[in-house]
């Protein structure tokens, strides 16, 4: 089964920019969805396709693959940013495959 | 806007099945393109998918192909969940979700469902 690796912890000072991991094999090739999880609430999709936002979500939320790694960018870090964010893949089978998950922290 | 809502028993004991529903609101379940999905997440750890349902093709996590079933109530317009003999590692936050393309646009808020005799 496809294997989506994250970094378990990141921590950005608020006013920097924070990068996310998400390793996989080709991910390049694939389409790559982020989801931030705040404590006690369920995941809120925060980019898909890649690079692209839904509605409501802050520009300051970006996102890239290529390769075999894709990144969710972070910029103008706030205190509010500070969750759980896990990528995730639709793979050929149909299957729906998350990353570790990354606990991502605000100085 | 679409809502939804999972319920079920929150307390299961050692090899029981268990059984959940998520009720939706404020949109059809037989709309198209939309698949229907269950997923869970221990606690504090990460999130599994479990299975989904598609037009009444289902696709399930081969880790739990064997002890899951997954359905759909057009009459009352609600996704079903039943996992078999269930032990204390399917202890968890359970949630539906709705996506299509791959992206899971909408989730209920979740249930934990605990495992224990």
């Known amino acids: 089964s496809y294997v989506l690796t994250q970094p378990p912890s990141v921590s950005v000072a608020p006013g920097q920019t924070a990068k996310i991991t998400c390793g996989g094999n080709n991910i390049g090739r694939k389409s790559v969805h982020w989801y931030q999880q705040k404590p006690g609430q369920a995941p809120v999709l925060v980019v898909y396709?890649?690079?692209d936002r839904p509605s409501g979500i802050p520009e300051r939320f970006s996102g890239s693959n290529s390769g075999n790694t894709a990144t969710l960018m972070i910029s103008r870090v706030e205190a509010g940013d500070e969750a759980d964010y896990y990528c995730?893949?639709?793979?050929?089978?149909?299957?729906?495959?998350f990353g570790t998950g990354t606990h991502f922290t605000v100085l | 806007q679409l809502q939804m809502q999972e319920s079920g028993p929150g307390l299961v004991k050692p090899s029981e099945t268990l059984s959940l529903t998520c009720a939706v609101s404020?949109?059809?379940?037989?709309?198209?393109?939309?698949?229907w999905g269950w997923l869970r997440q221990p606690p504090g750890k990460g999130l599994e998918w479990i299975g989904s349902?598609?037009?009444?093709?289902?696709y399930y996590n081969p880790s739990l192909h064997s002890r899951v079933a997954i359905s759909i109530d057009t009459s009352k317009n609600h996704v079903s969940l039943k996992l078999t003999s269930m032990t204390a590692a399917d202890t968890a936050v359970y949630y539906c979700?709705?996506?299509?393309?791959?992206?899971?646009?909408?989730w209920g808020q979740g249930t934990l469902v605990t495992v224990s005799s």
């Open positions: 349902i598609y037009e009444a093709t289902t």
């Open positions: 404020g949109g059809s379940i037989t709309t198209s393109y939309y698949y």
């Open positions: 979700a709705r996506y299509n393309g791959g992206k899971l646009w909408a």
């Open positions: 396709d890649d690079s």
């Open positions: 995730q893949v639709w793979d050929n089978s149909r299957d729906l495959v």
